[in-house]
């Protein structure tokens, strides 16, 4: 049985359907859950005013310095996701009741770091829900196999989930 159960959960409700499989999973077998999210990686944003400076005519030849003014930090836009990410993950709990559960937040690429967090946790099993593809859309681009050919641990997958 899986004793260490990693649950990737997207943005969507789509992501969340496979929550409820992996409780009955774990509570069978006495195991923990980490809910797992991944963000894009955030930048610092600038006011693009300096940018759009109007050209009146003609080039004098002066340039103009004109600093660039801070318009979001990307520490602070990364803590503030990671904070609404978590009380979303926090919501799902009722559906893992009678389960230990864990929760984090990562920002990279979503392959990249489902792995490092799979090997961080040192993950039994990695449960992923992912919505129906055409029958002529490449492989490689489903996220299952692409972590299915970085880890050595079995990779459950709920195809179709909450259409």
């Not at 955030?42 to 600093?67: C, H, M, N």
């Not at 990279?108 to 919505?131: K, W």
């Not at 002529?136 to 299915?148: E, G, K, N, S, T």
């Amino acid at each position: 049985m899986a004793k260490r159960i990693l649950v990737p959960i997207g943005d969507n409700e789509r992501a969340e359907a496979i929550v409820p499989v992996v409780a009955a999973l774990a509570r069978d077998g006495g195991g923990t859950v980490r809910l797992l999210n991944v963000q894009p990686l955030q930048r610092t944003r600038f006011d693009d005013y300096a940018r759009r400076l109007p050209l009146y005519g003609y080039d004098a030849g002066v340039t103009l310095e004109v600093q660039q003014r801070v318009l979001l930090y990307a520490h602070a836009h990364e803590e503030r996701l990671e904070s609404e990410t978590l009380e979303r993950l926090r919501q799902l709990e009722p559906l893992l009741d009678g389960v230990a559960v864990e929760r984090t937040v990562r920002f990279g690429d979503v392959t990249e770091e489902i792995v490092r967090e799979a090997e961080a946790f040192d993950a039994d099993l990695i449960a992923v829900s992912e919505r129906r593809r055409p029958w002529w859309r490449p492989a490689l681009a489903r996220l299952v196999d692409r972590v299915r050919g970085r880890v050595r641990v079995p990779v459950l997958a709920l195809s179709g989930a909450g259409r």
